[in-house]
């Protein structure tokens, strides 16, 4: 024991100066014998090999901790909690290219005792940085060996201070790491459509709210008028299912909504939920206008009107969300109609004047509609077709003419004829020979009614082989409401009555765009 104490003693010295100078003062054959007596001993390969090491000038390799101070004994994966897992974290923090997080928690200075998937990731590219394979994010010995001599911010070592022994404290619940969640147009929203004013439960767009480190309670929402005026919404409602949670106004292009029922929204899950808008009335006189497009958003650029709350961590979190939705929007009228496409008696084409298409036109509820043109594309192959026209019916079985153009219905006293090269013809409805724009007459479809158009005409050379197709035209974009002069240039040219009547003189006229079914009224008859 004596011996021992007087190595050391021989030794210690040798720690406490520059390593360079115990290289220089010692000999080789000296440090071999002090080696063989530390060997003699029974000290530790370790601390042999560390003493070489200083003898010869070089580093040691410690005592098997890592830079914070702190030694990895065991394995991690995720799930689990502890020092353990808050010094990982520490360590991976250290260098920017393995961090778990750059804010929040798991950040640097804000480290957790929870191994979650962020941390994970963190792992993954340590392993990858120091060359470990396999890099899946589990810490088993080849991490931990690498952890124990990483390099990182030191942590000052608490000297131990003795205090009673006392029942350990119970662990803390896991704060979950980078929680987050974030608000995106849901792929269910629907197209452009139309709507009429004075109506309640609108759909405007469907939200995709999902969340991830742990389930999120949404408190609030924030929303952006991009289209439209505050004056043209009574109110915006939220939905969660068939269960309204939430409803605020606009008195300007922003608003939040606070939630009366908070929606729970389940970790590393998604709920879709329904926005949905009151219109106030468009007609004359009355707060809303007529054709104004009404676009409700979600805002992400009112970055404390959304709030969530995490859970499980308590912790008060704004919307990962990376932009605002862009819903496709309804446009208001005072009325609006719809199309129908019905069959014809036969698909079979002969050399005699008869059907080739029919279709219905509907005005909404809300108010009469007015039709100032139809646009048909007429396709032929080894036939043509002549005196053909639109007729309008009041009845289904298309035997009670419309009044106010010719006694049979048809919208042109002179019928036209399909010859040549030409496709696409615009018909308009007429109470006289005159081709100018005021023999015109504007067909009235009273509110709630439906009034029955059909196509007829004489195909000639009908043969074997010989075909014809017709299509009702629709429009490619919206038309803002205007005179009849400009509208005309579109393909179906309609008025919701705004004015009431509404005279051709009137802005009150616009196109086929996003008229239900209009698109679909087509037909194809074949030669035998």
Not at 125 to 145: C, D, E, L, M, W
Not at 237 to 247: I, R, Y
Not at 374 to 388: H, K, V
Not at 476 to 502: E, M
Request: net charge negative; glycine share 8%.
């Amino acid at each position: 024991m004596k011996r021992l104490r007087l190595v050391a003693l021989v030794i210690l010295p040798l720690f406490l100066v520059p390593q360079v100078s115990s290289a220089v003062t010692l000999t080789e054959s000296q440090i071999q014998s002090i080696l063989s007596l530390l060997s003699s001993f029974g000290a530790d390969q370790t601390t042999i090999n560390n003493v070489s090491a200083s003898l010869n000038g070089q580093p040691t390799s410690g005592t098997g901790s890592s830079s914070t101070g702190y030694t990895f004994s065991k394995d991690l994966t995720v799930g689990s909690t502890g020092a353990d897992v808050m010094n990982l974290q520490k360590v991976l923090n250290g260098s920017a290219d393995t961090q778990v997080s750059a804010s929040g928690a798991g950040s640097p200075g804000n480290e957790t005792s929870y191994f979650g998937n962020a941390t994970k990731a963190a792992v993954i590219k340590f392993q990858t940085k120091n060359n470990i394979s396999p890099a899946v994010g589990y810490v088993g010995p080849k991490t931990r060996a690498t952890l124990n001599t990483a390099e990182s911010p030191a942590v000052p070592a608490t000297p131990a201070v003795p205090v009673p022994e006392a029942p350990a404290p119970s662990a803390p619940a896991p704060v979950p790491e980078a929680s987050s969640f974030r608000i995106e147009a849901d792929p269910s929203s629907p197209a452009y459509r139309l709507a009429a004013g004075n109506t309640t439960g609108n759909t405007l767009g469907m939200l995709r709210v999902s969340a991830s480190g742990e389930p999120v309670k949404l408190t609030s929402l924030a929303l952006k008028l991009t289209s439209g005026v505050p004056a043209d919404l009574a109110r915006v409602t939220l939905f969660d299912g068939e269960t309204q949670v939430g409803d605020t106004t606009f008195t300007g292009t922003t608003t939040t909504m606070t939630l009366s029922s908070p929606v729970i929204i389940p970790q590393d899950s998604s709920k879709t939920l329904t926005l949905k808008g009151d219109f106030v009335s468009t007609d004359a006189y009355q707060a809303g206008t007529s054709g104004d497009l009404i676009q409700v958003n979600y805002d992400n650029d009112n970055a404390g009107g959304t709030i969530g709350i995490g859970q499980s961590s308590g912790q008060s979190l704004v919307p990962a969300s990376s932009a605002d939705t862009a819903f496709a929007g309804v446009r208001v009228f005072t009325s609006y109609p719809s199309v129908e496409s019905l069959p014809i008696p036969g698909n079979t084409l002969v050399n005699s004047f008869m059907p080739l298409l029919r279709f219905k036109v509907s005005a909404d509820s809300r108010g009469a509609i007015g039709v100032a043109q139809f646009a048909l594309e007429i396709t032929r192959t080894n036939a043509s077709l002549s005196n053909f026209d639109i007729y309008c019916f009041q009845n289904e079985s298309f035997s009670l003419p419309c009044g106010g153009m010719s006694s049979d219905g048809g919208f042109t006293i002179s019928d036209p004829g399909a010859v040549g090269t030409q496709t696409s013809f615009k018909i308009v409805p007429q109470n006289s020979p005159a081709t100018n724009v005021t023999a015109r007459i504007i067909l009235i479809i009273p509110a709630s009614r439906s009034y029955y158009f059909e196509v007829a005409g004489l195909p000639l050379g009908v043969e074997a082989g010989s075909s014809l197709s017709l299509k009702l035209l629709t429009d490619a974009s919206a038309q803002a409401l205007t005179d009849i002069t400009t509208a005309g240039s579109n393909n179906f040219v309609w008025t919701p009555n705004s004015t009431r009547p509404t005279t051709f003189n009137d802005r009150d006229w616009t196109n086929g765009y996003g008229v239900p079914s209009v698109s679909s009224v087509s037909s194809t008859l074949s030669g035998q």
